[in-house]
């Protein structure tokens, strides 16, 4: 079978988040999903297959890491998008069945994609002890992120403190189900971008997230209550660095991004 490897939130080769994506005709055990996403070895790998017309989906999507089965991706969900769209398995906007609900992917004309997931509800929570020496710099507040993010959010002071940060991944791995989401306001808009992040997901087996989807749900609400606009635009500093483009409609926060293909192959085992 064909599998590919597709870089998310960028329009560069060997930036962004890679995903491994592979389009089958069902879906095989779970053993086998999980053996395939430890190969693949990225972050995440999409698993989808066609579902009969008239339903509420056209593709049923699953994601898993090295680790384990997610809830909710959004750049390997991107990366699933581009690979439907780039070889003409599906036309116009694509609706995917997922544990997170019905997610939709939109073609934009200037070659982006625009997904809609749930916006995630944050809920402000004290800094908890020890998360500070964990990250290595020191939080101005702290949120929950809810069930199907899984994170806590953590505004740090300013940009800098945000790209310098050396974290203990072992230690991080006890705040959360998912991990920690590090941001920050930009220190200089006409950069291009609003706000900087960092994610580190121990729990998941992903030491740091290259450009993470799901964690713009819960930075898309954060940082639009606090500069007063509901379409910001996110990077993602990690070493490959990406950017997402957020915009902020009540309880969904739609996400667009470019992706492209790096690697197209086959699958024998």
């Not at 116009?92 to 992917?105: E, H, K, M």
């Not at 069930?147 to 505004?155: A, I, K």
């Not at 007063?228 to 926060?253: E, F, I, K």
Request: aromatic letters at 6%; proline letters at 7%.
């Amino acid at each position: 079978m064909r599998i590919r490897v597709v870089d998310a939130f960028t329009e560069r080769p060997f930036s962004g988040n890679p995903a491994g994506v592979l389009l089958l005709d069902a879906f095989p055990d779970d053993a086998w999903l999980q053996s395939v996403a430890m190969e693949v070895n990225h972050a995440e790998t999409a698993f989808a297959h066609h579902l009969p017309e008239g339903g509420d989906a056209d593709w049923a999507l699953r994601w898993f890491t090295p680790a384990t089965e997610v809830d909710m991706c959004g750049h390997a969900t991107l990366a699933t998008a581009h690979v439907l769209h780039s070889t003409g398995a599906h036309q116009g906007p694509v609706r995917f069945a997922t544990r997170s609900g019905v997610l939709i992917a939109t073609p934009g004309e200037d070659g982006s994609i625009t997904l809609d997931f749930p916006t995630a509800p944050l809920t402000a929570v004290d800094v908890p002890d020890g998360v500070a020496d964990a990250l290595g710099a020191e939080p101005l507040a702290a949120y929950d992120t809810g069930p199907h993010v899984g994170d806590l959010l953590l505004e740090l002071a300013d940009e800098r403190t945000v790209h310098a940060l050396r974290p203990d991944h072992r230690s991080l791995a006890a705040y959360s189900a998912r991990g920690i989401i590090a941001t920050a306001r930009a220190e200089d808009p006409a950069r291009g971008y609003d706000f900087v992040s960092r994610c580190f997901f121990p729990n998941v087996g992903i030491d740091e997230d290259p450009v993470t989807g799901s964690a713009h749900t819960a930075l898309a609400p954060h940082w639009s209550g606090r500069l007063g606009h509901p379409d910001l635009t996110g990077l993602q500093a990690s070493p490959r660095s990406g950017r997402v483009r957020t915009g902020l409609r009540g309880d969904r926060t739609l996400l667009t991004g470019r992706a492209v293909t790096v690697i197209d192959g086959e699958l024998h085992a």
